[in-house]
C-alpha cells in the first residue's frame, strides 16, 4: 500500500535499490531515536519491486546484533538481497545481483557516528562490540585511508567472483542538510 503510486517506475527497473533506515528484530516497533519496523515493510518492498536493500545505515544497531542479523533474514525471507550488513563476519562484504546475464556487486558503507581515533565503531554514538561491528560496513573519517584500502580489496573480491559491474553506496552527511 504504501508505494501504490510509484510500483509502476520502481518495478520497471532492472535493478530497484532503497535504503532502509530501520531494523526488524520484531515487537516492539519504534521511532525516532531508534527505529524498529515491522517485518511487513520487507514484504511491501518486495511487492513494489525492490531487488536490493542498503541496509548500512546510521541506524543499522539501533535494536543491537539481533537487529542487525534479524533484518538481514527477514529480507532474505522476502527474495531481497540486503547491501551493507550480513549474518556472519564469512559472508562476504558485498552483495550480488545478476541482471539479464550481467553480476552486479554493491557495496555499501554507513560513516560512523560519534567515533574518535580509537578502533572502536560507533553508529549514532553507541559504541558496537567488536561481533557487531564485523556484520555492518562502516566508515571512519578518522582512519579513512585504512577504510579505503579495505574498500578496494572488497571490490577487488567482487571482481574475482564475476562482479562486471561494482557500485559504491555511501550513507553519511549531516542530518537535515
Not at 508505494?3 to 532503497?18: G, R
Not at 530501520?22 to 518486495?46: D, N, Q, V
Not at 557487531?132 to 580489496?153: H, I, P, T
Amino acid at each position: 500500500e504504501p508505494f501504490e503510486y510509484i510500483k509502476p517506475y520502481i518495478s520497471s527497473a532492472d535493478l530497484a535499490m532503497c535504503t532502509i533506515e530501520t531494523t526488524f528484530p520484531g515487537k516492539p516497533y519504534t521511532g525516532y531515536p531508534t527505529f524498529r519496523g515491522p517485518e511487513s515493510l520487507a514484504t511491501s518492498l518486495k511487492t513494489a519491486g525492490f531487488d536490493m536493500i542498503m541496509t548500512s545505515s546510521n541506524h543499522a544497531y539501533d535494536s543491537g546484533e539481533i537487529g542487525i542479523t534479524k533484518t538481514v533474514e527477514v529480507l532474505r525471507a522476502n527474495d531481497l538481497i540486503a547491501a551493507g550488513t550480513r549474518l556472519t563476519a564469512e559472508e562476504p562484504r558485498y552483495a550480488m545481483a545478476e541482471v539479464k546475464g550481467v553480476k552486479i556487486a554493491m557495496i555499501a558503507y554507513s560513516y560512523e557516528t560519534g567515533s574518535g581515533d580509537d578502533r572502536t565503531t560507533y553508529l549514532n554514538a553507541n559504541p558496537l562490540p567488536d561481533s557487531a561491528a564485523a556484520l555492518v560496513n562502516s566508515f571512519n573519517y578518522g582512519r579513512m585511508e585504512e577504510d579505503v584500502q579495505e574498500m578496494k580489496a572488497i571490490a577487488d573480491e567482487a571482481r574475482t567472483a564475476g562482479a562486471e559491474i561494482i557500485l559504491m553506496y555511501f550513507h553519511w552527511g549531516e542530518e537535515y542538510h
